[in-house]
C-alpha cells in the first residue's frame, strides 16, 4: 500500500452537510456490513481531556469515546471519519476491533448518501443532565422524523423486576 494513501479513501468524501459543517459521503455505493473508515486520532485519558476542556484549553469536538479510560480526540492526528456527522437514525455505527474503532454501513448506503452514526453522548459526571438541558447544550439536527433533539444517548429504563411483570403503569407524573 502506498504510504499516506488508505483504501477506506476509495468510499468517501467531503462536502458541506445539512446536518452541520462538514460532512462525510457515500463516493459509491456501500453495502451492508462494510467496513468503511477507522476512526483516527490521538489518544488521550478521558480524565485529563475533561479537565483541559474544563480549564477552556480544549474543545471536544472530535472526540470518540474508546473505552471506560480512553478517548480518541480526532482533531489531533484525525482522519476524515471525525467529520461524520450524528444522526437519530444513522446509516452507520461504530465498532471496536483490537482496541482499534471503525465505522461500518448498518445498510446499504447510496451513492451520495451523507453517512451517520448516532453519538449517544453520556454526561461526563454522575449527573444525568436533564432532556431540555441536554437539548440546549447538545442540539441535534439530523432532521429525522425520530429525532430526539440531543446528541446525547436516551437513559435506559431500569429492569423490570419479575413481581412487576403484568402490572398496570403508573400515571404520569406532572
Request: some cysteine.
Amino acid at each position: 500500500m502506498t504510504q499516506g494513501v488508505s483504501p477506506d479513501r476509495d468510499f468517501i468524501q467531503m462536502q458541506a452537510s445539512g446536518i452541520h459543517g462538514t460532512g462525510v459521503f457515500a463516493k459509491r455505493s456501500i453495502p451492508r456490513g462494510t467496513r468503511v473508515i477507522e476512526y483516527e486520532g490521538r489518544r488521550w485519558p478521558k480524565a485529563l481531556l475533561l479537565e483541559q476542556a474544563g480549564r477552556g484549553e480544549r474543545k471536544l469536538t472530535y472526540v470518540l469515546n474508546l473505552d471506560a479510560g480512553t478517548a480518541i480526540d480526532g482533531a489531533e492526528q484525525g482522519n476524515n471519519a471525525r467529520f461524520v456527522n450524528h444522526s437519530c437514525e444513522p446509516n452507520c455505527e461504530i465498532y471496536i476491533f483490537d482496541e482499534t474503532p471503525y465505522l461500518y454501513a448498518m445498510q446499504e448506503i447510496p451513492l451520495g448518501a451523507e453517512l451517520t452514526f448516532d453519538y449517544k453522548l453520556q454526561s461526563a459526571s454522575s449527573q444525568r443532565l436533564s432532556r431540555a438541558l441536554s437539548r440546549e447544550i447538545f442540539p441535534c439536527h439530523c432532521g429525522t422524523p425520530t429525532c430526539r433533539g440531543t446528541l446525547v444517548a436516551l437513559s435506559k429504563r431500569p429492569a423490570r423486576s419479575a413481581r412487576s411483570v403484568g402490572t398496570q403503569p403508573a400515571p404520569p407524573q406532572g
